[in-house]
């Protein structure tokens, strides 16, 4: 039996439960973690660290419309971007490029993937070709994620394609990149096959085989232009594939000019794990240490989201961005444009930076994040007092100061007040505009700074928030 005292201690414990589960609930919204790190951000007006990298400046489209990339019907808001590569996959089972008659004559038909290079080339941007799928007419069973029947024909296929893009005869094409397969650890479920690598090596489908008879083609091309080819372009970094690949191209002295591989994750330290990882593995081949390194498709989310369509992945973009600015080469946003919804919606949790075109091809929040990140041209400057959900970016142009600041954490709780520095400059009257993400008003302050050469201000940042400060002397 229950004592008097217990009976009370369980009635309060019944009423008063309840209310501090909720003050705990809020206060994990409202207050940081304890382990978060908060911001103090100072920003050196003459620390200039060289030119400001521009890896964003990648982006990649999916096979949406019947397996092809239609770039055409968004032309203008790809071109307000100013993209330097576009990526595609699908060019042997989307395009009727492969054709193969009963007596075996293969024949090739570029016009239908001609017309998507047109369009990426009318953005600004040359094309970065993932060298997929299998061509059905090729396949040893016309599933276009399975082995060539002849392999002798895929190797036929790759020096074409090199031949026709980047042949001085042909396109005329420089620096183009062609990327061998797309995500091979999914479709196909390929592998890196036998330790000793030899043709029919029982293995199942071995990775290494369609690397090795890629770049073979790739190298057989005449009079073309400067290109680069590489791989493995899987669904992680993985070091078993990585490793395998460069013991690989070392043995058999084949041509590798980057490696990639591809990321979906909300925590934006694993973009880190991800880059560390390749650094300290490019470490132990000195061989390749002028290799390449991309990331040919990234996100926060592999899967339709709601996510996708709102501020928090413009914020994720940016925070992934501060992670590998400097330290690759490429990372291609996934994707352009979303594709077609079966249930007619605008906006469905896909990953475009646009709505498909049939509902106006408009740009989503993430398409204005790497339209803010362009705004920072010039040279990059040194800053110090990164927390660990605020992140930023500083650039100087001329006498122009600009400063990208953005409060990311994937739960959406950090909530903080940041201040921000700007040190060593030259005593005189500034002004300080401050733009807040998605707003159309921004704050105009007109400033002096004394011979100490300091401007310090205050910023609340709530969770997902952005701000892009500008100071320019008057």
């Known amino acids: 039996m229950f004592s008097k005292k217990q009976l009370l201690l369980f009635v309060l414990l019944l009423v008063f439960l309840p209310f501090a589960l909720l003050l705990t609930k809020l206060g994990a919204r409202i207050w940081p973690r304890a382990e978060m790190i908060p911001a103090n951000v100072v920003v050196d007006a003459q620390g200039v660290l060289g030119l400001m990298p521009e890896p964003w400046r990648a982006l990649a489209q999916g096979g949406e419309d019947e397996g092809r990339a239609e770039i055409g019907p968004v032309i203008n808001p790809v071109v307000n971007l100013k993209p330097a590569y576009i990526r595609i996959d ?79 005869d042909n396109k005329n094409l420089s620096g183009v990149y062609y990327e061998i397969w797309n995500e091979p650890d999914l479709f196909g479920h390929w592998n890196m096959g036998c330790s000793t690598w030899k043709i029919g090596c029982d293995s199942g489908k071995d990775y290494k085989t369609l690397y090795y008879y890629s770049v073979i083609g790739a190298t057989k091309a005449r009079n073309v232009n400067p290109f680069k080819i590489g791989g493995p372009a899987t669904t992680g970094l993985y070091l078993s594939w990585v490793e395998s690949l460069l013991d690989f191209c070392n043995e058999k002295k084949l041509k590798i000019d980057f490696l990639s591989w591809h990321r979906y994750q909300k925590d934006t330290q694993v973009f880190e794990d991800d880059i560390k990882t390749i650094e300290f593995l490019i470490e132990k081949y000195p061989q390749f240490a002028t290799l390449e390194k991309i990331i040919s498709e990234w996100g926060s989310d592999s899967e339709n989201s709601p996510l996708n369509d709102g501020v928090f992945a413009a914020a994720h973009t940016l925070a992934v961005v501060r992670r590998f600015l400097a330290r690759i080469d490429w990372a291609f946003s996934f994707e352009v444009k979303d594709g077609r919804s079966s249930e007619n919606q605008a906006l469905w949790g896909r ?27 010039g040279e990059r400057l040194s800053l110090t007092g990164e927390g660990s959900s605020v992140s930023a970016i500083a650039s ?16 959406g709780r950090n909530l903080e007040n940041v201040p921000v520095t700007i040190t060593n400059l030259n005593s005189g009257n500034y002004r300080l505009k401050i733009n807040q993400f998605l707003k159309e008003d921004y704050q105009v302050e007109d400033i002096t700074v004394g011979p100490n050469g300091s401007l310090g201000r205050m910023f609340l940042m709530v969770p997902h928030f952005i701000l892009l400060l500008e100071l320019s002397p008057l």
């Not at 089972?93 to 369009?119: C, H």
């Not at 475009?352 to 041209?377: E, I, M, S, V």
């Open 396 to 411: 100087k142009k001329g006498s122009k100061i600009l400063i990208l600041l953005v409060n990311f954490d994937p739960e």
């Open 351 to 377: 990953w475009g930076l646009l709505t498909h075109q049939d509902f106006g091809g408009k740009p989503k929040p993430r398409y204005y994040a790497l339209d803010w990140l362009n705004k920072l041209k």
């Open 90 to 168: 699908h060019l042997y089972d989307a395009y009727d490029l492969v054709s193969q008659d009963k007596d075996g004559l293969i024949t090739y038909d570029w016009n239908k993937l001609d017309r998507v290079v047109e369009d990426i080339l009318s953005t600004g941007a040359l094309p970065f070709f993932s060298l997929s799928y299998m061509p059905p007419s090729l396949s040893r069973d016309g599933n276009p994620v399975n082995e060539p029947s002849s392999w002798n024909d895929w190797e036929n296929l790759v020096q074409a394609t090199v031949e026709h893009f980047s042949g001085k």
